[in-house]
């Protein structure tokens, strides 16, 4: 099939190579001319594992083009996909200006009959709202379709090439057949719908994660009080089918673009047919509050934080991302600045991003975890990286000025921590007794 991607954003681009890598021509469209020209030079605008390497294959198979050229490369195509951003508002609500823009671009460039799919996640009746846009603007036939992104940052591609399960929304039955060919070579778990169903799938299905999350730290803040182990209780909870085992990793909260974003929006749904989604609004309240874990671990072991020096490990707000939009470290590192202490900070990727986004006198750019943990007072991880689970932590008492850390992941096992000489702190779980060794500082 022929097909156009507006957006060569997280959704747009991963799309539109996976769509690519199936066999279909693609272009992907984005109005930042600097983007399509990077995009060309196969330079990926996101960092995703594994994303420049399908890009080249598919540009030298000739399936794949960039372009910003919308009205070319709706002409070209049979079907177009819209996957532009829908950032918050200060209510909650989705911003939709992009959508709408990208809908009445696309009918006036429209040449024959069309079918407009929606990937961006939109709030229930958005779809019929594209449908009057582009009907204003051209006298062509065409059909709406919702197909709800389900990809997670960090893997990304392999969720699209492989997903769990693939939901189509549409009104014309006849369209059925073509969009279920077109997904079949992802998955045989297609699940057809009406339009406002898909569109509020994603958003239930995104609430109900956050709901996991919000539900299994709280779970972790009672152990804390009581001497249980959350990762033992997570454990036995999700040996029982009707719960699953999934989304019940307890730390200091969910972030990214998601999660928060469509959280607030379906409140903001809610709120707008008059119903108050009180259980949604105690989530994202509970989510607020969790990530200050890691300041009361740092009071508790530390007294007051001014003049300390506080590594930090890890700010995207996942592992295998550069992507910190709404992470924990953010607020996290905010909260800590304005307490006095002072900061070394290090990523394995997000660095760049978070540096040009915040950046502040009191923090130190570090080149390596151990960099970061030289001489601090404390260490608190923050992303679950790979690379923070592999290091050594006998040897961050050697270079340490107090041998403290917050793991705010509970990424280490009580074998790791056990004769580490490490006073550790995590989320939920029984806090081990220290072996300690002697000291010696380095440097």
Known sequence: MEIAVIGTGYVGLVSGICFAEMGNHVICVDQDINKIEALRNLASPIYEPGIETFMERNVQAERLKFSSNLIEAVRQSELIIIAVGTPSLPSGEANLQYIEQAAGEIGRAMNGRKIVATKSTVPVGTNEKIRQIIAGQTEQPFDIVSIPEFLREGSAIQDTLHPDRIVIGLDNRELEATMVELHSSFTDQIFVTDIRSAEMIKYASNAFLATKISFINEISNICEKVGADVTEVALGMGKDPRIGPAFLNAGIGYGGSCFPKDTKAL?????????EFQLLKSVVEVNKAQRYKVIEKLKQSLGQLSNTVIGIW?????????????????EIIEALIGLGARLKLYDPVAMGKFKHNFDHPSITWCANALDAAANADAVCLLTDWQEFKEISLSQLIYVMEQPILIDGRNVYSKEQIEGAG???????????IPAFRSQVHVG
């Open 267 to 275: 409140i903001q749904i809610a709120g707008n047919v008059n119903y």
């Open 314 to 330: 890890g700010l995207s707000f996942k592992p295998n991302t550069d992507d910190i939009r709404e992470a924990p470290s953010i």
């Open 422 to 432: 490490l006073h550790y702190y995590s989320i939920g779980r029984p806090e081990p």
